[in-house]
Protein backbone atom coordinates (compact mmCIF):
# COMPACT_ATOMS: atom_id res chain seq x y z
CA UNK A 1 0.00 0.00 0.00
CA UNK A 2 1.70 3.46 -0.53
CA UNK A 3 1.74 6.57 1.43
CA UNK A 4 -1.51 8.36 -0.27
CA UNK A 5 -3.66 5.33 0.31
CA UNK A 6 -2.12 4.49 3.72
CA UNK A 7 -2.71 8.47 4.41
CA UNK A 8 -7.14 7.80 3.08
CA UNK A 9 -7.11 4.62 4.84
CA UNK A 10 -6.14 6.44 8.41
CA UNK A 11 -8.30 9.30 7.69
CA UNK A 12 -11.50 7.19 7.52
CA UNK A 13 -10.52 4.86 10.31
CA UNK A 14 -10.24 8.20 12.36
CA UNK A 15 -13.56 9.53 11.05
CA UNK A 16 -15.34 6.22 11.73
CA UNK A 17 -13.74 6.51 15.58
CA UNK A 18 -14.98 9.99 16.07
CA UNK A 19 -18.14 9.05 14.57
CA UNK A 20 -18.86 6.56 16.92
CA UNK A 21 -17.51 8.04 19.88
CA UNK A 22 -19.91 10.87 19.50
CA UNK A 23 -22.27 8.57 19.36
CA UNK A 24 -22.29 7.02 22.60
CA UNK A 25 -21.51 10.12 24.17
CA UNK A 26 -25.08 11.02 22.73
CA UNK A 27 -26.49 8.04 24.31
CA UNK A 28 -24.69 8.57 27.68
CA UNK A 29 -25.55 11.80 27.76
CA UNK A 30 -29.34 11.57 27.06
CA UNK A 31 -32.07 10.21 29.58
CA UNK A 32 -33.51 7.18 28.79
CA UNK A 33 -37.17 5.36 29.23
CA UNK A 34 -36.65 3.20 31.74
CA UNK A 35 -33.38 4.70 33.55
CA UNK A 36 -33.53 5.25 37.25
CA UNK A 37 -33.16 8.54 38.75
CA UNK A 38 -32.03 8.58 42.43
CA UNK A 39 -32.05 11.28 44.96
CA UNK A 40 -28.95 11.63 46.93
CA UNK A 41 -27.84 14.46 49.65
CA UNK A 42 -24.48 15.25 51.51
CA UNK A 43 -24.23 13.12 54.34
CA UNK A 44 -23.38 15.87 56.26
CA UNK A 45 -26.37 18.09 55.08
CA UNK A 46 -28.61 19.19 57.88
CA UNK A 47 -32.50 18.01 56.67
CA UNK A 48 -34.80 18.99 58.80
CA UNK A 49 -35.13 17.16 62.41
CA UNK A 50 -37.89 14.67 62.54
CA UNK A 51 -38.90 14.21 58.94
CA UNK A 52 -38.85 11.40 57.28
CA UNK A 53 -36.12 12.08 54.77
CA UNK A 54 -34.18 12.33 57.95
CA UNK A 55 -35.34 9.15 59.19
CA UNK A 56 -34.54 7.11 55.53
CA UNK A 57 -31.17 8.66 55.93
CA UNK A 58 -30.53 7.58 59.33
CA UNK A 59 -31.37 4.12 58.56
CA UNK A 60 -29.85 3.72 55.38
CA UNK A 61 -26.95 5.90 55.77
CA UNK A 62 -23.58 4.49 55.08
CA UNK A 63 -20.02 6.06 55.42
CA UNK A 64 -20.36 6.92 51.56
CA UNK A 65 -20.40 10.74 51.11
CA UNK A 66 -23.63 10.46 49.60
CA UNK A 67 -27.19 9.18 51.04
CA UNK A 68 -29.53 8.05 48.49
CA UNK A 69 -33.60 9.37 49.90
CA UNK A 70 -35.29 8.56 46.61
CA UNK A 71 -35.45 6.70 43.11
CA UNK A 72 -38.11 7.39 40.45
CA UNK A 73 -38.13 5.84 37.02
CA UNK A 74 -37.55 8.39 33.92
CA UNK A 75 -40.07 7.75 30.52
CA UNK A 76 -38.49 9.81 28.03
CA UNK A 77 -41.39 10.47 25.05
CA UNK A 78 -40.95 12.50 21.39
CA UNK A 79 -40.87 15.65 23.22
CA UNK A 80 -40.98 15.36 27.13
CA UNK A 81 -39.27 13.91 29.72
CA UNK A 82 -41.91 11.87 32.67
CA UNK A 83 -40.96 11.09 36.24
CA UNK A 84 -42.79 8.28 37.53
CA UNK A 85 -42.21 7.70 41.30
CA UNK A 86 -43.97 7.27 44.78
CA UNK A 87 -43.96 10.25 47.04
CA UNK A 88 -45.75 11.37 50.19
CA UNK A 89 -47.24 14.18 48.36
CA UNK A 90 -48.35 12.83 45.12
CA UNK A 91 -48.25 8.99 45.99
CA UNK A 92 -47.65 7.05 42.95
CA UNK A 93 -47.76 9.39 40.11
CA UNK A 94 -46.22 10.44 36.64
CA UNK A 95 -45.22 14.17 36.22
CA UNK A 96 -42.58 16.22 34.14
CA UNK A 97 -39.24 16.41 35.12
CA UNK A 98 -39.74 20.04 36.21
CA UNK A 99 -42.28 19.53 38.71
CA UNK A 100 -40.12 16.90 40.16
CA UNK A 101 -36.95 18.51 40.24
CA UNK A 102 -38.99 21.38 42.20
CA UNK A 103 -40.25 18.85 44.37
CA UNK A 104 -37.19 18.11 45.38
CA UNK A 105 -35.40 21.21 46.07
CA UNK A 106 -33.59 21.53 49.16
CA UNK A 107 -34.67 23.80 51.66
CA UNK A 108 -31.58 26.32 50.14
CA UNK A 109 -32.89 26.76 47.01
CA UNK A 110 -29.84 24.21 45.68
CA UNK A 111 -30.84 20.66 44.19
CA UNK A 112 -29.62 17.73 45.56
CA UNK A 113 -27.44 14.81 43.48
CA UNK A 114 -29.05 13.17 40.77
CA UNK A 115 -27.23 9.99 40.12
CA UNK A 116 -28.82 8.52 36.78
CA UNK A 117 -28.75 5.06 36.59
CA UNK A 118 -29.24 2.48 33.37
CA UNK A 119 -30.18 -1.32 32.65
CA UNK A 120 -27.44 -3.40 31.81
CA UNK A 121 -30.08 -5.08 29.56
CA UNK A 122 -32.39 -2.05 28.61
CA UNK A 123 -34.44 -4.96 26.31
CA UNK A 124 -37.24 -4.41 28.33
CA UNK A 125 -37.02 -1.11 29.66
CA UNK A 126 -40.72 -0.05 27.97
CA UNK A 127 -42.46 -2.98 29.49
CA UNK A 128 -41.04 -2.31 32.61
CA UNK A 129 -42.64 1.64 32.74
CA UNK A 130 -45.71 0.57 30.99
CA UNK A 131 -45.73 -1.73 34.73
CA UNK A 132 -45.14 0.92 36.67
CA UNK A 133 -47.99 3.15 35.08
CA UNK A 134 -50.53 0.10 36.19
CA UNK A 135 -49.86 1.54 39.66
CA UNK A 136 -50.68 5.22 39.40
CA UNK A 137 -52.67 6.88 41.68
CA UNK A 138 -51.83 4.35 44.24
CA UNK A 139 -51.02 5.96 47.58
CA UNK A 140 -48.30 6.19 49.19
CA UNK A 141 -46.70 3.26 51.55
CA UNK A 142 -46.49 5.30 54.96
CA UNK A 143 -46.84 1.23 56.50
CA UNK A 144 -43.74 0.13 54.31
CA UNK A 145 -45.34 -3.34 54.13
CA UNK A 146 -45.84 -5.68 50.94
CA UNK A 147 -48.89 -6.20 48.85
CA UNK A 148 -50.91 -4.12 50.25
CA UNK A 149 -52.05 -1.34 47.65
CA UNK A 150 -49.94 1.28 48.40
CA UNK A 151 -46.17 1.63 47.44
CA UNK A 152 -42.95 3.31 48.30
CA UNK A 153 -40.46 4.97 45.82
CA UNK A 154 -38.27 1.76 46.26
CA UNK A 155 -40.84 -0.69 46.01
CA UNK A 156 -42.47 1.36 43.17
CA UNK A 157 -39.29 0.55 40.93
CA UNK A 158 -39.55 -3.46 42.60
CA UNK A 159 -42.91 -4.24 41.44
CA UNK A 160 -42.44 -2.30 38.14
CA UNK A 161 -39.44 -3.83 37.08
CA UNK A 162 -40.44 -7.74 36.51
CA UNK A 163 -40.18 -10.05 33.96
CA UNK A 164 -43.45 -11.94 32.18
CA UNK A 165 -42.15 -14.77 33.85
CA UNK A 166 -42.28 -13.14 37.35
CA UNK A 167 -39.08 -12.78 37.88
CA UNK A 168 -37.52 -9.64 39.86
CA UNK A 169 -34.67 -6.90 38.37
CA UNK A 170 -34.16 -6.21 42.29
CA UNK A 171 -34.01 -8.13 44.86
CA UNK A 172 -35.60 -7.59 48.75
CA UNK A 173 -33.82 -7.70 51.61
CA UNK A 174 -35.10 -7.70 55.71
CA UNK A 175 -35.46 -3.70 55.69
CA UNK A 176 -33.65 -1.63 58.35
CA UNK A 177 -35.64 1.38 60.67
CA UNK A 178 -32.70 1.41 63.22
CA UNK A 179 -30.14 4.35 63.30
CA UNK A 180 -26.46 4.37 63.83
CA UNK A 181 -26.83 3.84 67.22
CA UNK A 182 -29.08 0.40 66.51
CA UNK A 183 -31.88 2.70 68.50
CA UNK A 184 -35.23 3.50 66.16
CA UNK A 185 -35.82 7.02 65.57
CA UNK A 186 -38.09 9.10 66.92
CA UNK A 187 -40.41 9.59 63.92
CA UNK A 188 -40.66 5.93 63.18
CA UNK A 189 -41.89 5.32 66.56
CA UNK A 190 -44.13 8.04 65.94
CA UNK A 191 -45.19 7.50 62.79
CA UNK A 192 -45.79 3.56 63.58
CA UNK A 193 -47.18 4.49 66.62
CA UNK A 194 -50.38 6.79 65.21
CA UNK A 195 -51.12 3.91 62.22
CA UNK A 196 -51.45 1.30 64.90
CA UNK A 197 -48.78 -1.19 63.77
CA UNK A 198 -45.17 -2.28 65.16
CA UNK A 199 -42.33 -0.84 63.05
CA UNK A 200 -41.35 -3.58 60.48
CA UNK A 201 -38.14 -4.03 61.31
CA UNK A 202 -36.53 -7.04 59.15
CA UNK A 203 -40.02 -7.41 56.74
CA UNK A 204 -38.73 -7.85 53.10
CA UNK A 205 -37.97 -4.59 51.35
CA UNK A 206 -35.99 -2.48 49.53
CA UNK A 207 -33.95 1.10 49.88
CA UNK A 208 -32.62 3.59 47.57
CA UNK A 209 -29.11 3.04 48.92
CA UNK A 210 -29.14 -0.84 48.30
CA UNK A 211 -30.86 -1.22 45.28
CA UNK A 212 -28.53 1.65 43.55
CA UNK A 213 -25.65 -0.87 44.00
CA UNK A 214 -27.60 -3.83 42.34
CA UNK A 215 -24.90 -5.85 39.30
CA UNK A 216 -28.56 -4.87 37.07
CA UNK A 217 -27.57 -1.55 36.16
CA UNK A 218 -24.67 0.69 35.67
CA UNK A 219 -24.21 4.85 35.71
CA UNK A 220 -24.71 6.98 32.94
CA UNK A 221 -23.46 10.76 32.61
CA UNK A 222 -26.33 12.42 32.45
CA UNK A 223 -27.16 16.06 33.96
CA UNK A 224 -30.67 16.53 35.07
CA UNK A 225 -29.65 20.40 35.94
CA UNK A 226 -27.77 22.35 33.37
Not at 128 to 156: I, T
Request: aromatic letters at 8%; proline letters at 5%; a negative charge.
Amino acid sequence: MNMNKLKIVLAAAAALLAICSCNRKATEDTLKTGDLVFVGIPMDYSIEEGSMDEAISSATGTTEELDLIHVAIAEVSADSTWIIDATIKHGVDRHPLDTFLTDFTLKDGSFPVFIIKRLNDPSKAEEFVRNAKKYLGQPYDVHFLPDNDSLYCSELVRDSYVGADGSYVFNAAPMNFKGPDGEFPLYWKQLFGLLGQSIPQDVPGTNPQDMSKSAAIHEVSVKLVK
